[in-house]
C-alpha cells in the first residue's frame, strides 16, 4: 500500500505563488505517472499536471506556462510550482499515482488553495 501525502496549501493573493509538495510512503517502481489534479466547490475533479518516472509531463491547457510540475525520485516526492495564480485556480488540489501492475489510482487527501482576488 503506498500512501501519499500533500502539503503546501494556503491563501494566496491574485498573481502570487505556491508549492506544493507529495511525499510518496515507500518506493514503488511501478507508479510510474504521478501528477495533481483539482477540483473546486460544484465541479468535478480535473486534471493539473503529470509527470513520469522519467520526466515526461503534461498539463491542463488552464495552467501551462504558469504551473510547473517536477519530481525528485530519489525522495519519492512530486512537486507543483503554481505561478501568477488566479481566483480560478481555487480548489482543493489531490496529489494522483497511478500503479502500473495494479493498474489502480492511489490518492492523496487533499490540500486547500485559495486565492483571492
Known amino acids: 500500500q503506498v500512501q501519499l501525502v500533500e502539503s503546501g496549501g494556503g491563501l494566496v493573493h491574485a498573481g502570487g505563488s505556491l508549492t506544493l509538495s507529495c511525499a510518496a510512503s515507500?518506493?514503488?517502481?511501478?507508479?510510474?505517472?504521478m501528477g495533481w489534479y483539482r477540483q473546486a466547490p460544484g465541479k468535478q475533479r480535473e486534471l493539473v499536471a503529470t509527470?513520469?518516472?522519467?520526466?515526461?509531463?503534461n498539463y491542463a491547457g488552464s495552467v501551462e506556462g504558469r504551473f510547473t510540475i517536477s519530481r525528485d525520485n530519489t525522495k519519492n516526492t512530486v512537486y507543483l510550482l503554481m505561478n501568477s495564480l488566479k481566483p480560478e485556480d481555487t480548489a482543493v488540489y489531490y496529489c494522483?499515482?497511478?500503479?502500473?501492475?495494479?493498474?489502480?489510482?492511489?490518492w492523496g487527501q487533499g490540500t486547500q488553495v485559495t486565492v483571492s482576488s
Open positions: 515507500r518506493t514503488s517502481f511501478s507508479i510510474n505517472r
Open positions: 509527470i513520469t518516472r522519467g520526466g515526461t509531463t
Open positions: 494522483n499515482g497511478y500503479h502500473d501492475v495494479l493498474q489502480r489510482d492511489y
